[in-house]
């Protein structure tokens, strides 16, 4: 079932969104026992608004919002036990933009969005439900296991180097990240703030035209949106000939499968008649490395509001020696929080800031700039989405390093601020490995029609 297909049943008074509502709650509560998707699931909360009317075309669809977007009223955890009892005070623009959607639950997630796994959380691990021994991806692992096992119809998640994308492409579901400052991100819990985007994740690219539609556009409380008007997304056409980039990249380190996969898809690219153009690009390597030296030290500014006094938690109990206090308190962070905060909190500290965080930006300017030669000579430019199939949970937890490596191809798009897209590209026995595609800044229009042409030649 996509979105149209659920909204005509409903306009035609086919099924009812109590029928839906029933339904949906029901497989959510079951299916949450086996995969913990959810932190919290809204059943109260989403039965109270229940919609008469099916004004907009999102009215009563099922959709699933990760839990560092803020609702009004409901628990926003972030993923972390540090804000286990926080309430948001207001809605977040995309939610809001949202209409009334059915609020199935909020998604489980890496603390504050540090992380590829969904281990890092506060909450326990969300299992793939392609396998059930393999992680989901990250950080917006709930989102992604619950659209894949069709506990909703589309999820909003957050990607700041990938977290949309990769926990897509370990579930064989479409991810899709829009160029930075498309859909605001007021409301959203700040991860790295020049890197983070709202993004969606559904079963299929018309479903995910139809949701960028809905959230995309200029929002006043967010300086960094872009009031580019509005434009319909969902008129996808057929595009007939174009210039592709194939990304030229180290093969170490590649599950043989993630090669074939992207190998198949390359040659059908040539079968549909495009141009393919090898692409080497000289500083796209460093894009990792400039990323976990930016973001980190966002994090370590960001991360300054759980103080006890503006955000964070508070202890029931009184403390009178400080460093009690600080311990009860402080604690709540998980240890990839605790590593970034630090991390972030040397590289911007006064003796380091020119050979890091300096140096970082820099080169962050000079893949922005590669960004833009490049294409000037194509339309797209694509690649596997992640270089391995999904892997097992605990695989990757003793070493970070490992876990950062599997965002190596979704974090460039974040650097320079890109639109991207991850769909399933091959299956392999349960599981499937991903194809990502990144266009020109506020080309999602193009965009989503290359890849909806895509999952047709590929899948159907
Ligand atoms: N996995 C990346 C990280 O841990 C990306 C996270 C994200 O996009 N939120 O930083």
């Given at each position: 079932m996509n979105i149209s297909d659920l909204r005509k049943k409903l306009d035609s008074k086919e099924i009812s969104a109590q029928e839906i509502f029933d339904e949906y709650f029901k497989k959510a509560e079951e299916e949450n026992k086996k995969i913990n998707c959810f932190i919290n699931i809204n059943k109260e909360y989403s039965k109270k608004r229940?919609?008469?009317?099916?004004?907009?075309?999102?009215?009563?669809i099922p959709g699933v919002i990760k839990d560092n977007i803020s609702i009004k009223d409901t628990i926003t955890t972030a993923g972390s036990r540090m804000l286990e009892k926080y309430k948001s005070p207001y809605t977040a623009s995309v939610v809001l933009n949202l209409k009334d959607f059915m609020l199935i639950g909020k998604g489980n997630m890496d603390s504050f969005a540090f992380g590829s796994s969904t281990e890092n959380s506060g909450f326990g691990v969300t299992k793939n439900p392609l396998d059930l021994t393999r992680v989901a991806g990250g950080s917006s692992g709930g989102v992604s296991a619950a659209i894949a096992s069709k506990l909703a119809l589309f999820g909003i998640g957050t990607d700041t180097g990938g977290s949309v994308r990769q926990p897509a492409s370990f579930c064989g579901v479409v991810g899709l990240k829009p160029t930075y400052g498309l859909c605001s991100r007021f409301g959203l819990i700040a991860m790295g703030s020049s890197f983070d985007v709202p993004g969606i994740i559904t079963q299929n690219v018309k479903d995910a035209a139809i949701v960028l539609n809905e959230i995309a556009g200029y929002d006043?409380?967010?300086?960094?949106?872009?009031?580019i008007g509005k434009k319909d997304y969902t008129g996808l056409k057929k595009i007939n000939k174009c210039k592709v980039g194939i990304l030229k990249f180290?093969?170490?380190?590649?599950d043989k499968e993630v090669l074939e996969g992207f190998s198949s898809s390359v040659n059908l690219l040539k079968s549909m008649g495009m141009d393919i153009v090898e692409i080497d690009m000289k500083y796209i390597k460093y894009s990792l490395s400039v990323y976990y030296v930016i973001v980190p030290s966002e994090i370590s500014a960001n991360m300054s509001r759980y103080d006890g006094i503006r955000f964070g938690y508070h202890p029931e109990e009184s403390f009178s020696v400080l460093d009690d206090f600080y311990k009860e308190s402080r604690d709540k962070f998980e240890d990839e929080v605790k590593r970034r905060i630090m991390i972030g909190t040397f590289t911007l500290s006064q003796g380091y800031y020119d050979a890091y965080y300096n140096k970082a930006m820099k080169v962050r300017n000079l893949i922005k700039q590669e960004f833009i030669d490049t294409f000037k000579d194509i339309d797209f430019l694509v690649s596997p989405t992640t270089p391995t199939l999904p892997f097992h949970i605990g695989e990757k937890t003793k070493s970070p390093l490992s876990m950062y490596l599997s965002d190596i191809f979704t974090v460039p798009a974040n650097v320079v601020g890109y639109p991207a897209i991850s769909i399933p590209d091959k299956k392999f026995g349960d599981l499937f490995s991903g194809l990502q595609i990144i266009a020109k800044p506020f080309e999602e229009e193009r965009l989503l029609s290359f890849a909806n042409m895509m999952e047709e030649k590929l899948w159907k």
């Amino acid at each position: 079932m996509n979105i149209s297909d659920l909204r005509k049943k409903l306009d035609s008074k086919e099924i009812s969104a109590q029928e839906i509502f029933d339904e949906y709650f029901k497989k959510a509560e079951e299916e949450n026992k086996k995969i913990n998707c959810f932190i919290n699931i809204n059943k109260e909360y989403s039965k109270k608004r229940l919609s008469k009317e099916n004004n907009s075309i999102l009215s009563n669809i099922p959709g699933v919002i990760k839990d560092n977007i803020s609702i009004k009223d409901t628990i926003t955890t972030a993923g972390s036990r540090m804000l286990e009892k926080y309430k948001s005070p207001y809605t977040a623009s995309v939610v809001l933009n949202l209409k009334d959607f059915m609020l199935i639950g909020k998604g489980n997630m890496d603390s504050f969005a540090f992380g590829s796994s969904t281990e890092n959380s506060g909450f326990g691990v969300t299992k793939n439900p392609l396998d059930l021994t393999r992680v989901a991806g990250g950080s917006s692992g709930g989102v992604s296991a619950a659209i894949a096992s069709k506990l909703a119809l589309f999820g909003i998640g957050t990607d700041t180097g990938g977290s949309v994308r990769q926990p897509a492409s370990f579930c064989g579901v479409v991810g899709l990240k829009p160029t930075y400052g498309l859909c605001s991100r007021f409301g959203l819990i700040a991860m790295g703030s020049s890197f983070d985007v709202p993004g969606i994740i559904t079963q299929n690219v018309k479903d995910a035209a139809i949701v960028l539609n809905e959230i995309a556009g200029y929002d006043v409380n967010d300086s960094t949106s872009v009031n580019i008007g509005k434009k319909d997304y969902t008129g996808l056409k057929k595009i007939n000939k174009c210039k592709v980039g194939i990304l030229k990249f180290p093969e170490e380190g590649l599950d043989k499968e993630v090669l074939e996969g992207f190998s198949s898809s390359v040659n059908l690219l040539k079968s549909m008649g495009m141009d393919i153009v090898e692409i080497d690009m000289k500083y796209i390597k460093y894009s990792l490395s400039v990323y976990y030296v930016i973001v980190p030290s966002e994090i370590s500014a960001n991360m300054s509001r759980y103080d006890g006094i503006r955000f964070g938690y508070h202890p029931e109990e009184s403390f009178s020696v400080l460093d009690d206090f600080y311990k009860e308190s402080r604690d709540k962070f998980e240890d990839e929080v605790k590593r970034r905060i630090m991390i972030g909190t040397f590289t911007l500290s006064q003796g380091y800031y020119d050979a890091y965080y300096n140096k970082a930006m820099k080169v962050r300017n000079l893949i922005k700039q590669e960004f833009i030669d490049t294409f000037k000579d194509i339309d797209f430019l694509v690649s596997p989405t992640t270089p391995t199939l999904p892997f097992h949970i605990g695989e990757k937890t003793k070493s970070p390093l490992s876990m950062y490596l599997s965002d190596i191809f979704t974090v460039p798009a974040n650097v320079v601020g890109y639109p991207a897209i991850s769909i399933p590209d091959k299956k392999f026995g349960d599981l499937f490995s991903g194809l990502q595609i990144i266009a020109k800044p506020f080309e999602e229009e193009r965009l989503l029609s290359f890849a909806n042409m895509m999952e047709e030649k590929l899948w159907k």
